[in-house]
């Protein structure tokens, strides 16, 4: 069954590869920052690239912001948001010029916060629940310096090891889900996950 998919666009995120992907899979999207366009999708992808506070400034400046709050009540709808559009899903973030937190989408319990190092490249992922048996203990792309944390388990669904601290990759509140690696950068394994 074909979903007709939203990518939004928030001016900073690198949109190719993931076009690219959803290309390949034979998905129905479109690309846009329009609500209206937008709303009539079945799920929206909320793409990687980009820092918590321009990409939320950007929302809020577009009213993008109460839109997608408003659209993950349809439980009928799907979110998906990578990597940064994962990270804005959460409560507050303080990728900031200031350093101090500013608020999130606020629709998974967690708030973004840095990393001690750049974290780039492959790395193992751990999945529980949702996702096959088949999907654990294989490599992602990552490319990001914030994490979610002070997450609740029952919402995390898969983690990664960084410089011997876990930290969340997968998360799922209902009908909405994240990744903090780009499975659209992630091979044949991360195009099927999308």
Not at 36 to 50: F, M, Q, T, Y
Not at 111 to 128: A, E, M, P, Q, R
Not at 129 to 147: A, C, G, I, R, T
Request: one cysteine or more.
């Amino acid at each position: 069954m074909k979903h007709k998919i939203g990518i939004i666009d928030y001016s900073s995120s690198n949109l190719i590869s993931l076009s690219k992907c959803l290309e390949n899979l034979k998905f129905d999207f479109i690309i846009s920052n329009n609500s209206k366009r937008l709303n009539a999708c079945d799920i929206l992808i909320l793409p990687g690239v980009g820092t918590f506070e321009n990409v939320m400034n950007f929302l809020k400046k577009n009213k993008l912001d109460k839109f997608i709050i408003k659209f993950s009540k349809n439980k009928t709808k799907k979110i998906i948001g990578i990597c940064i559009g994962m990270q804005i899903l959460a409560i507050k973030g303080n990728e900031t010029k200031n350093k101090k937190f500013t608020n999130g989408l606020g629709l998974i319990s967690a708030i973004t916060d840095k990393l001690n190092n750049f974290h780039i490249g492959w790395n193992k992922v751990k999945t529980t629940k949702f996702l096959e048996d088949k999907y654990s203990n294989k490599y992602f792309f990552f490319n990001h310096s914030f994490v979610l944390k002070n997450i609740k388990n029952r919402i995390c669904y898969g983690t990664f090891l960084f410089k011997k601290s876990k930290f969340p990759s997968i998360v799922r509140n209902n009908n909405i889900f994240g990744f903090q690696f780009h499975p659209e950068k992630s091979h044949k394994i991360g195009s099927e996950i999308l």
